[in-house]
């Protein structure tokens, strides 16, 4: 058999099966044929094992990795070291992707032979419709290349909230390129924000990189996600992240405008950490333990207490920008006003998501 181009590698844990077989198949009916896709079950205790043994008996190009559940980001370096592909790309597996994806990187990759990445845009699918030009790159040519400093320019955009470059899952990565700069998933995490360090040393490191301007990702949206969960432990995982980010960034040279950045994306977090976990109605502590606890999570994390002490809020938009200033003089109490309002506002449909 010919190399395998592109590996797909597909971390499962705990997938709705319609989901998970949606997924499996929107790869097995990709247009170009020679690829392999590794499914990795992260020690899944329902079905979501045999239903990949399924498939992988049905297809030759199909390797199923088992291995004990371990989270996000031990299954997705499981799934790369399993892979042979000359490229590579992760796709959750809740998600799917457009069929004909595969065959267009192929045709980009021979226009653009020594390029060390490709990244594109997802589409939003909601349970009654599909959302496009949220949270995406706004270059709108069909194809743009990007060299040198132009590179260092897209990591520090990965830490910008609006530009929709930190997602894992809409990267094609050249193998030697990752083998040479070590761009794998730091071991040291979990889950929670991986995404951000990956994505940032991804673009950081690479001396071309291509922008295609297509939806070729679905990204199914999930409320009861792991960044929507009302969840503290994600909450230390989502520290533990940007800690390892910010160590990134120091070793940089001039390195002021990625600190800058940081800043005010943690800012952006922390309201959702906020709203989504500690303030959230689906907590059941009183409201003076939800304001201490969320308290102690900034004082007790440097990188919380110098963000909203620095950052630029002002940049935000006005919803945002009052939420942080709460959040900035101590003022927590209103923060269960705002969560509530926001599930309001969710609930009558005002808000997509």
């Known amino acids: 058999m010919l190399k395998p181009l592109v590996s797909i590698v597909i971390p499962v844990y705990k997938v709705q099966e319609n989901n998970l077989r949606r997924c499996i198949e929107s790869c097995i009916a990709q247009s170009l044929k020679n690829i392999e896709i590794i499914i990795v079950d992260d020690g899944s205790p329902d079905n979501c094992g045999k239903i990949c043994d399924e498939y992988a008996r049905k297809d030759e190009r199909i390797k199923v990795v088992h291995k004990k559940n371990g989270g996000l980001v031990s299954a997705r370096n499981a799934g790369w070291e399993a892979s042979t592909g000359e490229w590579f790309t992760f796709v959750d597996g809740d998600d799917w992707i457009s069929l004909d994806t595969c065959e267009k990187l192929h045709d980009a990759i ?4 020594d390029t060390d990445m490709f990244f594109w845009k997802c589409v939003i699918e909601l349970p009654q419709k599909t959302i496009k030009g949220k949270f995406e790159w706004s270059c709108t040519d069909h194809e743009k290349v990007y060299e040198g400093e132009e590179c260092r320019e897209l990591a520090r955009q990965v830490l910008v909230y609006e530009a929709g470059l930190s997602s894992v899952c809409v990267k094609l990565i050249n193998r030697d390129y990752a083998v040479r700069n070590k761009i794998i998933h730091n071991p040291t995490l979990k ?3 991986e995404g951000y360090d990956f994505s940032f040393r991804s673009y950081y490191n690479a001396k071309k990189t291509v922008y295609l301007n297509e939806y070729f990702y679905h990204y199914r949206y999930n409320e009861n996600g792991i960044s929507k969960s009302v969840s503290e432990i994600n909450t230390q995982y989502i520290t533990d ?3 390892v980010l910010y160590e990134d960034i120091k070793m ?4 002021r405008p990625y600190i800058d950045a940081l800043e005010l994306r943690i800012c952006y977090v922390l309201i959702a950490i906020a709203l989504n976990s500690y303030f959230h109605p689906d907590n059941k502590d009183s409201v003076g333990t939800r304001c201490r606890k969320f308290a102690k999570v900034i004082a007790d994390n440097p990188i919380y207490d110098r ?15 009052i939420t942080a200033f ?3 003089h101590k003022v927590y109490i209103m923060l269960e006003l705002v969560s509530r309002l926001k599930q309001l506002m969710l609930k009558i449909g005002y808000y997509s998501y």
């Open 110 to 113: 021979h226009r653009n032979p």
């Open 191 to 193: 889950q929670g924000i």
């Open 241 to 243: 992240g940007f800690n």
């Open 252 to 255: 940089i040279p001039d390195n």
């Open 307 to 321: 963000a909203i002490k620095n950052a630029d809020i002002f940049r935000m938009r006005k919803s945002r920008r």
């Open 326 to 328: 709460f959040i900035r």
